[in-house]
């Protein structure tokens, strides 16, 4: 089994960080179920743990797998998926005390669905909950925000994803020095998930090997700091675009994060009001368009007049 999998929390208790929203998350679930709100929405970036909190507040619910629904509206982003829901919310469940839907992925959902989503947030069955997760919430309807419970999941922190990795290490009785362990944090950006997935690949490698995977995490990371120059320097589209050529194979959601990551630095330490409009170029994230949207962004930072 894949390590991300195999340490995935089961209980709040054993889920990292985010100590203050795992607090109120306690608080709202130790209510009488009548209590409890019937809409929850998870929001924050890829791999932070929005699934896995879903899983355990449906657990909570006393819900069973049978009626534990989970969907992604990357698959399923029209009207007729938010029907199918309406048709059948009106059945009770087949074990347990409760159905819940989860809908990962939900600002994906068409307008149409996300207005007869909103209509079934509004006439939702006592024996129905729905769990709402998201790394964009601000496509979703304010009208749908406002209908749910919203819990924020933040990235990890560097000390709180070494100390993950030690304790998956040491439950797997391996070893990795720390600057291994260093290097797959800086290229996690904080998602355990990406963390955990990296540390599978290199967990079994003899030594010699695992060299060679971390020269290659940083050669990719030099790839992006050479892009970063480039857009705060006076380097033309063409110079811009060969660098974007030798970065293909990275998933561009990491490198736009990355590129967040070395101008929040120039932010901080120089006041420079290019690094903020380079900064406004990559806001907004690339699930949706992928590659295409890394290559608008920085297509439209070249254009900022130096």
């Given at each position: 089994m894949s390590l991300y999998l195999k340490y995935r929390p089961k209980t709040l208790k054993e889920f990292q960080g985010n100590t203050s929203m795992i607090e109120s998350l306690e608080t709202v679930l130790s209510k009488p179920i009548e209590e409890l709100p019937h809409a929850f929405l998870f929001t924050g970036n890829s791999g932070c743990g929005k699934t896995t909190?879903?899983?355990?507040?449906?657990?909570?619910?006393?819900?069973?797998?049978?009626?534990?629904?989970?969907?992604n509206s990357a698959d399923f982003t029209g009207i007729d998926f938010v029907r199918s829901i309406i048709r059948n919310m009106m059945l009770k469940p087949l074990k347990g005390g409760v159905r819940v839907w989860l809908i990962d992925e939900c600002h994906q959902l068409s307008k149409d669905a996300q207005s007869a989503l909103l209509k079934a947030l509004e006439d939702t069955p006592a024996h129905v909950y729905f769990i709402l997760a998201t790394t964009d919430p601000q496509k979703l309807l304010k009208t749908i925000q406002n209908r749910c419970m919203t819990f924020n999941v933040q990235s990890l922190p560097d000390?709180?994803?070494?100390?993950?990795?030690?304790?998956?290490?040491?439950?797997?009785?391996?070893?990795?020095?720390?600057?291994?362990?260093?290097?797959?944090?800086?290229?996690?950006?904080?998602?355990?998930?990406?963390?955990?997935?990296?540390?599978?690949?290199?967990?079994?490698?003899?030594?010699?090997?695992?060299?060679?995977?971390?020269d290659e995490v940083a050669r990719q990371e030099n790839e992006t700091i050479e892009l970063c120059c480039a857009l705060i320097g006076k380097s033309n589209w063409k110079k811009v675009s060969e660098i974007l050529k030798g970065l293909s194979e990275q998933e561009p959601e990491s490198v736009r994060r990355a590129v967040l990551r070395y101008f929040s630095v120039v932010l901080l330490n120089q006041g420079s009001m290019q690094a903020f409009e380079v900064m406004e170029c990559f806001k907004n994230n690339y699930y949706d368009n992928a590659r295409a949207g890394l290559i608008l962004s920085c297509y439209e930072a070249c254009l900022i007049k130096k």
């Open positions: 909190l879903a899983r355990i507040v449906s657990t909570h619910l006393n819900c069973s797998d049978y009626d534990f629904k989970e969907s000390n709180q994803m070494l100390r993950l990795f030690k304790n998956v290490l040491r439950q797997e009785k391996k070893t990795l020095s720390d600057n291994i362990l260093d290097s797959i944090i800086q290229n996690s950006l904080g998602s355990p998930r990406a963390g955990l997935v990296i540390l599978d690949k290199v967990i079994d490698l003899p030594e010699d090997k695992i060299i060679k995977v971390i």
